[in-house]
C-alpha cells in the first residue's frame, strides 16, 4: 500500500480516479510491471504518483485508463471500441500503408476524431 499512500500524501488527499488506480496496480505488481503495461518508465509511474511529474498527464492518464481501467470510446467509423484499441489505431496512423480498406477508412476517420490529440499530422 505503500504507493497509494505515497499518492494520497502528494495530491493532498484528491488523487485523480486514474492515479489511484495506477497507485493501486503499482502496489498489486510492482512498479516495473505497472510500467511496463502502462507503456512508461518506472520512474514515471513513480513521479506520476508522487504528483512530481513535470510534462503534462494527459497522455499518461489517456495510457491508464486504456490499459488499466478499460475505457471505451465511441469511434466515428467503428462505433464503440476500447481505448487501447483507438490508441492502436492512432499508432498505426503514423505508419500508414493501405493494406485494406478499413485501413484507409480508419486514417480518415482518426485524423478528423476529436479523441485524436495528433489530427490533421
Known amino acids: ?6 499518492a494520497t500524501v502528494a495530491w493532498d488527499g484528491e488523487l485523480p480516479d486514474w492515479v489511484r488506480v495506477l497507485a493501486e496496480r503499482a502496489d498489486e505488481l510492482g512498479l516495473k510491471k505497472t510500467a511496463a503495461q502502462v507503456g512508461y518508465s518506472a520512474a514515471t509511474i513513480t513521479y506520476v504518483i508522487r504528483k512530481k511529474y513535470k ?11 486504456a490499459t488499466l481501467m478499460a475505457a471505451t470510446v465511441i469511434c466515428p467509423a467503428l462505433g464503440e471500441l476500447s481505448l487501447a484499441q483507438c490508441l492502436d489505431w492512432r499508432e498505426k496512423e503514423k505508419d500508414f500503408q493501405a493494406t485494406s480498406g478499413l485501413r484507409t477508412r480508419m486514417l480518415a476517420a482518426c485524423r478528423h476524431c476529436p479523441m485524436n490529440a495528433t489530427k490533421g499530422s
Request: net charge neutral; proline share 6%; glycine share 0%.
Open 55 to 65: 510534462a503534462p498527464l494527459d497522455s499518461v492518464e489517456t495510457r491508464v485508463r
Open 1 to 6: 500500500m505503500i504507493h497509494v499512500q505515497n
